[in-house]
């Protein structure tokens, strides 16, 4: 299921920025959200040592879902980055 959710998603960048007509934007996209996704993997590390694993696994699936439910629901190329970046958060623990 991850994978085949992931195939789609990609797939669909490139759908979402050009019916904004910023299909230039594609890569900025993907980019960002990526090296947010990078940076905010270690704090989030230590919330989750002081949280614990279950709370931690919530907050994370918590976050991949609200990116997922934003990117369902983007009427700008704005909101679809902020929706990349909460589900690479989410994603990257």
């Not at 299909?23 to 996209?29: R, V």
């Not at 704090?43 to 614990?52: M, Q, R, T, Y």
């Not at 879902?65 to 929706?83: D, F, P, Q």
Request: charged share 10%; proline share 2%.
């Amino acid at each position: 299921m991850d994978a085949w959710q992931q195939t789609t998603t990609g797939s669909l960048t490139a759908y979402v920025t050009s019916s904004f007509s910023l299909h230039s934007l594609t890569a900025t996209t993907s980019v960002m959200s990526s090296i947010l996704g990078g940076i905010l993997k270690l704090p989030l590390a230590k919330v989750l040592d002081i949280w614990g694993r279950p709370q931690g696994f919530l907050v994370t699936v918590i976050l991949l879902e609200i990116g997922l439910i934003m990117m369902a629901a983007c009427k700008n190329v704005e909101t679809y980055a902020a929706a990349q970046v909460f589900y690479w958060v989410g994603y990257a623990l």
